[in-house]
C-alpha cells in the first residue's frame, strides 16, 4: 500500500482538489445566495403553490421510474444471455445504443409525432407518466439492456460451470450468478437514471405540457415557471430567489438519491441472502428469441414510423452545423480523456475504496455527481454569470469556454461510468504488476488500456451523445456556435413550429448515431478478437 | 495501405477542423471588416423571419452595417435578453420581447427611451408615429415616466415592431357546405355563418361535432387552447374581457401597483369559465396539451370547424410553401371586444451602437419597409400599411385591422404578469377536468392573484 501513497495518492490528491476547487468556484454565486429565509419556509409550508408538490410528484417518479427502468432492463438482459457478443445477433444487439444516442429532444420530438392523436396517453395524470416512464424506458432502458447484457457475458466460465454442476435453476442463476455480476452496474445506472428523472425537462414538457393544474409539473418545469416570474422583477432577484429554492431542491434530490441507495443495497441483501429454493422455470428457447426481435422492434420501430408518416424538408444543414459537430468531437474526446485519466489515478491510489460498490464508494459517486444535483436552471444561470467574465469578444475564448464547459458538465457521468467499469479489476491484479512492473506506461497498458478499450470506446460515444444533446452550455453560447438541442427545439414549440424542419435535424442525429454504433462495433469486434481469453480470466 | 488512407483521412479533416475555425473568427469577431454589426433578438417568428427577409434591402444601402438576427424559442429569447442586461454584456443592441417584459425593462434601466434615441435621426423620420396604432403602442411601448410616481405620467419607450390579435380561423369548405348549410337551416332555423356572438359560437361548435366511431367521420366544432405556458391564459382571457370580465381594475396592462384592486372573482368571469367549460364536448384534441401551434394543426386535418389562433401564426400556416393554403377563413372573435398585443423594438442601454441601430428601427418603421414586411408575415402596427392593396388582399388583414382597432382586453403586463397567467391556467385547468366547479376556481384564483400579489410588490419594495 506504501506503493500508492508515495506514487498516486499525491495525484490523486491534486486531481480531485483541482475538481472541487473547479466545481466551488464555478458555482460559488449558487452557494452564496442559498441562505433560508422566512419566504422560503413560506414556500415550504403554506403557500398554495409552494415547492412541495412539484418535489414530492418528482422524487416519486424519479424513485419508482429509475426502479422500474433499471429493473426492467436487467430482467430483459437476463433473458439474451446466449446472444455472444462476437456473433451477428450480438452485433445487431448495439442498435440498441440507438435512442440514448439520439439524445432528449430528439426522443422528444419522435414520441411527440408518435402519440399525436392519440388518447390514452393523455387521459390523466398518472397515464402521462406511465407513458413517460416508457419512453423512458425507450432512451434509457434500451442502452441499460446492452450494458447489462455486456456486463453478464463478463462472468467467468468457472462460475458458470459450478452453477451447471450444482444443478442452480434459471432464477437461482439469476439470484446467485447475474445479480451478484450486475450488481456495480445496477447501483451506477440507478444513481444516473434517478437524477436524470428528477430533472426530467424536454419529454415532459414538449410532448405533455407539464403544468401545476394537471398535477404533472416536477421540479424543474416548477422552477421555471418560478424563474420566469421572477425575472419579471429583475434577474438578480430571480437568481438569488432561484439559489435559494434550487437549494432545497439539491438537498432533497441528495436525500431521496441516498435514501433510495440505501433501501436498494437493503434489498438487494435480502434478495441475495434469501436461500429459499425458487421455482424450477426454464423459458423456452423460442421465449429468448422472442424477447431479442422485440426489444429490436421496440427499439427501431419508433424511428421507423416517423419517417414513413412525417414528410421531411431537406435543406443544407451539414455546413451550418459542421462547427458544432467539430467542436463536439474535441470536447467528447477531451472528456473522454479527463475522465479515463481520473478513474485510473483514483483506481491506483483508492483500490479498497473503489474496488466495488460499498457504503464508502457510494458516497464517493454520489460526490461526484453532485454538481449534476444543482438543478439546469441555476447551472444556466451560472453559465451566463461565467460569460460575463470570460467574455464574448475573442471567438477563440469562446470555443474554448464552450469545450471546457461540456468537459465539465459531462464529467461526473463519463467519470462514474469508468470508476464502476474498474471495479472488474481485481486488486490482486494491481499488487501482481506493482511487484513486476515498475514502468508506469507499462502498467497502464497492461492493467487499463488493453483490458477497457472497449469501455473507453463507450465512454467517448456516450460523452459525444452528451454534448451533442446538452441544453445548458449549447443555449448560452448559442450565438456563436449552433445548437442542435435549441434548433430542433425551435422547430417543436413555439411560433415557428414546422415538423418536416425538425426531420431534418433528426436526420442528422440519426447519422451521427449510425457513425457510432458502426464504429462501436468495429472496436468491439477488434477488442474481442484480442482479449477473448482475458474477458473469461477476469 | 490501409493505414495511408487512414491518415489521409485524418489530415484532412485537422485542415477542414482549422479551417472551419479560422472561417468562424472572422465572421463572428467582424475583425476582418471595420463593420458595425447590429444583434437583434427576438422569438423565432413571421415577425424576426419577414425581418431576415429583407435584410439585404438594409445592409445594401447601408453599406457598414451587418445585421445579425438571433432567432430563437420564446424560453431561450427570454432569459437570453433578461441575461444579457442583468449581466450588461451587451450582446443584443435590439431586443424584441412582449409587453410583459417592459416594465421589468424600463424599471431596471436596461433600455433607452425614444426621447433618447430621437436626437440621432432627422425629426421628419418619425412621421410613422402619427400612423401607429396609438391604443396598440401605448400597450406595448408606453411606460411611467417614474414609477414611484405615476401621477407624472407616461412616456412612450419603444416603437411596436407588430401589432397582434387572436382571430377566428374557420373552415371554409365547412361552413360552405350545402348539405351543412342545409341541416343547420333545419335544425337552428338560421343561415349558418362564421359567429359574432358567443351563443352562436356554442350553437356552431355543437353542430359541427361529430364524435363518429369511425375516426375518419370524425369532426369537432372548435379547438381552443388549454396548455399552461400562456396558452390557455391568452385564449381564456378573449371570452372574460368579452363578457364583461377583468383580472385587475386597470386601464392598460402594465399599470398597476400593490394597490390595484383584483377583481377577478365576479359574475362576468364565471359566466366565462362556465362558458369556456361547455365548449369541452366540442373541443378537438386534448385540451391541456393545445398551444397555439396544435389549434392550427387541428385545423389543418380538415376536421375542425373553427379556432382561436394567433395572427401572427395565420402567415407561415397559409403559406407552407411558396402556395397558399385557401381553405381557411378568418373573422373577429364574437364579441366588442379584442385582444391586441404584440410587443417592442427595446434598445438595449449597453448597445456600443444606440445611433446606427435606432436608425435601423426608423428604417424598419417607414411606410414602404412595413409594407414589405407585411408581404413577408409582419401584423403591422401602422394603419397606412392596411391600405395597401397587396395587405388589405390577405385573408386577415380586414378582422385583423378591426380587432387591433377595437382592442379592450387588457393582458397583464406589469411584473404580477406571468404570476397572474400561471394561476389563472392552474385554476382553469382544474375547472376544465372537473376536479373544481368554476365558482371555487374562480374564488381560489382570486384569493390566490391577491396573496401573492402582495407578496412580490413587498419585493419590488425591498429591492
Not at chain 1, 221 to 227: D, E, G, P
Amino acid at each position: 500500500m506504501s506503493f500508492y501513497k508515495k506514487y498516486y495518492a499525491p495525484a490523486t490528491k491534486l486531481t480531485i482538489a483541482a475538481a472541487v476547487l473547479f466545481y466551488g468556484i464555478y458555482a460559488f454565486p449558487f452557494f452564496k445566495n442559498f441562505t433560508f429565509s422566512k419566504e422560503l419556509a413560506n414556500n415550504l409550508t403554506i403557500s398554495p403553490d409552494g415547492i412541495y408538490n412539484p418535489l414530492f410528484r418528482s422524487l416519486a417518479f424519479s424513485i419508482i421510474g429509475s426502479f422500474f427502468v433499471v429493473c426492467l432492463s436487467l430482467l430483459i438482459a437476463s433473458f439474451l444471455e446466449r446472444i455472444q457478443i462476437t456473433g451477428q445477433k450480438g452485433k445487431w444487439m448495439s442498435l440498441l445504443l440507438m435512442p440514448f444516442i439520439l439524445g432528449s429532444v430528439s426522443t422528444a420530438f419522435i414520441w411527440k409525432l408518435l402519440l399525436l392523436d392519440t388518447i390514452y396517453p393523455f387521459s390523466s395524470a398518472t397515464s402521462k407518466f406511465i407513458t413517460l416512464t416508457s419512453i423512458q424506458f425507450w432512451q434509457y432502458g434500451t442502452l441499460y439492456v446492452y450494458l447489462f447484457w455486456i456486463n453478464q457475458h463478463l462472468i467467468s466460465q468457472s462460475s458458470r460451470t459450478y452453477a451447471k454442476v450444482i444443478g442452480l435453476n434459471r432464477l437461482e442463476k439469476l439470484r446467485d450468478l447475474l445479480f451478484p455480476q450486475q450488481r456495480h452496474l445496477v447501483m451506477l445506472l440507478y444513481i444516473i437514471t434517478m437524477i436524470t428523472f428528477y430533472y426530467e425537462d424536454a419529454k415532459i414538457q414538449f410532448i405533455f405540457h407539464a403544468s401545476r393544474g394537471t398535477d404533472t409539473e416536477l421540479v424543474n418545469q416548477w422552477l421555471q415557471r418560478m424563474y420566469h416570474s421572477d425575472s419579471l422583477l429583475s434577474p438578480d432577484f430571480a437568481f438569488k430567489h432561484m439559489s435559494q429554492l434550487g437549494g432545497v431542491i439539491l438537498i432533497s434530490a441528495f436525500i431521496g438519491l441516498l435514501a433510495s441507495l440505501l433501501l436498494k443495497n437493503g434489498l438487494y441483501r435480502i434478495l441475495i441472502t434469501n436461500r429459499l429454493l425458487l421455482p424450477r422455470w426454464t423459458p423456452p428457447k423460442l421465449f429468448n428469441t422472442a424477447m431479442y426481435y422485440l426489444l429490436l422492434l421496440y427499439t427501431l420501430s419508433p424511428i421507423f414510423f416517423i419517417f414513413y408518416f412525417q414528410r421531411v424538408t431537406f435543406t443544407q444543414l451539414f455546413d451550418y452545423m459542421s462547427l458544432p459537430l467539430l467542436l463536439t468531437t474535441f470536447a467528447a474526446l477531451l472528456a473522454t480523456l479527463v475522465a479515463i485519466w481520473f478513474a485510473i489515478i483514483n483506481r491506483l491510489a483508492l483500490p479498497k475504496l473503489l474496488s466495488s460498490f460499498n457504503g464508502k464508494s457510494i458516497f464517493f459517486l454520489i460526490a461526484l455527481f453532485l454538481m449534476t444535483l444543482v438543478p439546469p436552471v441555476v447551472t444556466l444561470i451560472l453559465s451566463f454569470k461565467w460569460m460575463r467574465i470570460v467574455g464574448y469578444d475573442s471567438s477563440n475564448t469562446i470555443y474554448w469556454a464552450w469545450i471546457i464547459g461540456h468537459v465539465f458538465l459531462s464529467f461526473p457521468m463519463l467519470a462514474s461510468f469508468l470508476i464502476t467499469s474498474h471495479f472488474r479489476l481485481k486488486n490482486n491484479q494491481i499488487t501482481y504488476l506493482d511487484v513486476h512492473i515498475t514502468s508506469f506506461g507499462d502498467k497502464l497498458k497492461t492493467l487499463f488500456l488493453y483490458s477497457f478499450a472497449a469501455d473507453y470506446m463507450l465512454t467517448f460515444v456516450l460523452a459525444f451523445s452528451l454534448i451533442w444533446n446538452e441544453s445548458t452550455i449549447n443555449n448560452v453560447l448559442a450565438d456563436i456556435v449552433p445548437s442542435f438541442f435549441a434548433e430542433l427545439n425551435k422547430t417543436i414549440t413555439g411560433k415557428s413550429v414546422d415538423y418536416a424542419s425538425g426531420m431534418n435535424y433528426l436526420v442528422i442525429s440519426l447519422v451521427l448515431a449510425v457513425i457510432s454504433i458502426l464504429l462501436w462495433n468495429r472496436i468491439v469486434g477488434k477488442v474481442q478478437k484480442n482479449t477473448e481469453n482475458e474477458f473469461s480470466e477476469i | 495501405m490501409k493505414k495511408g488512407i487512414l491518415i489521409t483521412v485524418v489530415v484532412a479533416i485537422v485542415v477542414f477542423a482549422i479551417w472551419r475555425l479560422f472561417s468562424h473568427t472572422d465572421k463572428n469577431t467582424g475583425n476582418s471588416q471595420p463593420k458595425i454589426k447590429i444583434t437583434i433578438l427576438g422569438e423565432n417568428s413571421s415577425t424576426i423571419k419577414s425581418m431576415v427577409a429583407i435584410k439585404e434591402q438594409y445592409e445594401n444601402s447601408h453599406p457598414n452595417i451587418i445585421l445579425d438576427f438571433q432567432a430563437k424559442s420564446f424560453d431561450d429569447a427570454f432569459t437570453s435578453s433578461n441575461q444579457d442586461f442583468a449581466n450588461k454584456t451587451g450582446l443584443y443592441d435590439v431586443i424584441m420581447q412582449y409587453n410583459f417584459s417592459l416594465a421589468s425593462f424600463v424599471r431596471n434601466h436596461y433600455v433607452y427611451n425614444i426621447n433618447d434615441l430621437a436626437q440621432y435621426v432627422p425629426k421628419d423620420s418619425l412621421g410613422f408615429e402619427k400612423n401607429l396604432f396609438l391604443n396598440n403602442w401605448r400597450e406595448v411601448g408606453y411606460y411611467y415616466k417614474d414609477d414611484t410616481q405615476p401621477e407624472k405620467g407616461e412616456e412612450k419607450i419603444a416603437y411596436p415592431f407588430s401589432a397582434h390579435s387572436m382571430l377566428l380561423m374557420y373552415n371554409k369548405s365547412m361552413f360552405n357546405d350545402p348539405a351543412n348549410r342545409k341541416r343547420y337551416q333545419e335544425k337552428y332555423h338560421k343561415p349558418l355563418t362564421v359567429p359574432q356572438n358567443w351563443e352562436d359560437f356554442y350553437t356552431v361548435s355543437k353542430f359541427f361535432t361529430n364524435l363518429d366511431s369511425d375516426p375518419n367521420k370524425k369532426t369537432y366544432g372548435v379547438c381552443i387552447g388549454g396548455a399552461g405556458g400562456g396558452f390557455l391564459y391568452y385564449d381564456f382571457m378573449n371570452f372574460v374581457y368579452s363578457m364583461g370580465g377583468q383580472v385587475l381594475d386597470k386601464k392598460v396592462g402594465w399599470q398597476g401597483d400593490t394597490n390595484t384592486k383584483v377583481v377577478f372573482n365576479s359574475p362576468q368571469s364565471l359566466q366565462a369559465l362556465k362558458y369556456y367549460i361547455s365548449l369541452k364536448p366540442y373541443n378537438a384534441g386534448d385540451f391541456s396539451t393545445i398551444d397555439q401551434y396544435e389549434t392550427i394543426r387541428q385545423m389543418q386535418s380538415n376536421k375542425t370547424a373553427m379556432s382561436i389562433v394567433w395572427s401572427d401564426l395565420i402567415y407561415p400556416a397559409i403559406h407552407p410553401d411558396s402556395s397558399r393554403d385557401d381553405r381557411f377563413g378568418f373573422a373577429c372573435i364574437p364579441g366588442n371586444k379584442a385582444i391586441f398585443v404584440g410587443g417592442a423594438y427595446f434598445i438595449s442601454k449597453f448597445t456600443k451602437h444606440p445611433k446606427e441601430t435606432f436608425e435601423y428601427i426608423t428604417w424598419l418603421k417607414q411606410e414602404h419597409t412595413q409594407v414589405e414586411l407585411a408581404k413577408r408575415g409582419l401584423c403591422p402596427a401602422s394603419s397606412v400599411t392596411f391600405e395597401n392593396p397587396y395587405v388589405k388582399a390577405l385573408p386577415y388583414s380586414i378582422p385583423l385591422r378591426e380587432s387591433i382597432e377595437k382592442g379592450g382586453v387588457i393582458l397583464e403586463a406589469g411584473p404580477d404578469a406571468n404570476m397572474i397567467s400561471d394561476v389563472i391556467t392552474n385554476y382553469v385547468q382544474q375547472a376544465w377536468t372537473g376536479k373544481l366547479t368554476p365558482e371555487v376556481a374562480l374564488a381560489e384564483a382570486h384569493k390566490e392573484i391577491e396573496m401573492k400579489r402582495t407578496e412580490l410588490f413587498k419585493n419590488i419594495v425591498k429591492k
